[in-house]
């Protein structure tokens, strides 16, 4: 497994990543799946401040290959806002649903926790994704709390400090 921050040299393997997430009805990539390239391209620029929404922080995307084949997403927004503390967190991941259950969301989440947070991060789930809230919690999240989202339903909330 390796991981790397988002680059369009890595277009085809995203091609492939969107279509199948798409498939699967992964709610961000429904839209992906139809134009990955310009998808792709916007992320490349969140992460450089480009074409960012007005009150948002840069955010980077980084991919997990597994066997030359992107297997994961993680991305991580590099500041914060009212929003992102307080219902969608700093950290958003998501694996292919056929590499589920293999650990690779743990090990997402634990690269990013020793190799890219400066500081204490937010990390949401929805309450019904156990499979999620195992992963936050054996990376170390600590439980802060759970509301109720108007568009997410039931989330609970997670503290993920960086390794010292």
Request: contains cysteine; charged residues 25%; proline residues 3%.
């Amino acid at each position: 497994m390796e991981i790397v921050k988002a680059d369009f040299m890595h277009i085809d393997a995203f091609r492939v990543y969107a279509q199948k997430c798409g498939r699967a009805q992964l709610s961000m990539y429904v839209n992906a799946q139809n134009d990955p390239d310009s998808y792709l391209k916007k992320r490349i620029d969140y992460a450089q401040g480009k074409g960012i929404p007005e009150g948002w922080p840069a955010m980077t995307t980084y991919f997990c290959f597994h066997e030359n084949v992107i297997i994961g997403v993680i991305r991580v927004r590099n500041g914060s806002n009212d929003y992102i503390e307080n219902v969608i967190g700093h950290v958003g991941y998501e694996v292919l649903p056929e590499m589920r259950g293999r650990g690779f969301a743990s090990e997402m989440l634990l690269w990013v926790k020793q190799k890219q947070l400066l500081d204490k991060v937010i990390v949401t789930c929805e309450a019904r994704n156990q499979a999620s809230q195992r992963v936050i919690e054996k990376c170390g999240g600590r439980f802060l709390n759970r509301f109720q989202s108007e568009f997410e339903g039931e989330i609970i909330r997670y503290l993920l400090t960086p390794d010292e």
